[in-house]
């Protein structure tokens, strides 16, 4: 069972809009979520988080938006730079066993274009 | 400062071998964690450890095993090599107790 989804699995946007993706969970036992950008032939990078007891968080262009009631979380990057484009994954961490385990979506291919 | 470094970076096997991964994390962090991604799919998370010790297991078969060194760094092990687990195999560390956890670049394995 997919516990994070990413049900776009590609958006294209305007060098100088906003893109916006998001992510949903099933499982409210997540109390952390996070963002991570990957380049092919890379590992993936970190990018933003947000904890469960929050609904935003803001770091220069990103800004992750949480609605723990609907079990929603989105990123926003503004404005979008063609640099930007790459495959963004959703991951969210799951307490249950004393581990720090994350549960990452499908992911969502970004392009943004000149 | 270094990143997460892994090794090798590419690497075949042929069905039935065994394979070993490396993995050494960012100064001063000491947990490790080992995923696994597919083509299409998000990374799926096989083992963490901490101060050498388990704390999570994957829901990965007894043919994949794991462990830390006291200098921090950590190897995977997988035995009995299926074509199913050709997959790019990444690493992540982080200092422990906290959520943010920094990726190596992958070792792609390949398996024949």
Redesign the interface.
């Known amino acids: 069972d997919q516990q ?1 989804k990413q049900n776009s699995p590609s958006l294209s946007v305007q060098e100088g809009r906003i893109s916006i993706l998001n992510c949903d969970y099933t499982n409210s036992m997540f109390d ?1 979520f ?1 963002w ?1 950008k990957k380049y092919p ?6 990018l933003i ?1 947000i904890s469960s007891i929050k609904d935003k968080n803001e770091d220069g262009r990103f800004t992750v938006f949480l609605n723990k009631s609907a079990k929603h979380l989105s990123l926003h990057i503004v404005p979008s730079q063609p640099g930007d484009s790459a495959v963004y ?1 959703c ?1 969210a ?1 799951d307490p249950q ?11 969502t291919k970004l392009t943004v274009n000149p | 400062d270094a990143g ?1 470094t892994q090794s090798p970076t590419h690497l075949i096997k042929t069905r039935g071998q065994h394979v070993t991964l490396r993995c050494s994390p960012i100064s001063g962090h000491k ?1 490790v ?1 080992w ?1 696994q991604q597919v083509l ?6 096989i083992f ?1 450890y ?1 101060e050498k010790e388990e ?4 829901n990965f078969p007894d043919r994949f095993s794991a462990r830390q060194f006291p200098n921090y760094s950590s190897e995977l092990n997988v035995n009995a090599l299926l074509l199913g687990d050709s997959a790019l195999y ?1 690493c ?1 560390s ?1 200092f ?1 107790g906290y ?8 070792t792609r394995l390949t398996v024949l």
């Open positions: 994070v952390y996070l991570y032939a890379e590992g993936p990078t970190f988080s994954f991951a961490s066993g004393g581990s720090e385990k994350l549960v990452f979506g499908k992911g | 997460v947990s964690s995923y299409g799919q998000g990374p799926q998370f963490q901490y704390r999570g297991r994957g990444l992540a982080s422990g959520n943010e956890q920094f990726f190596g670049p992958g």
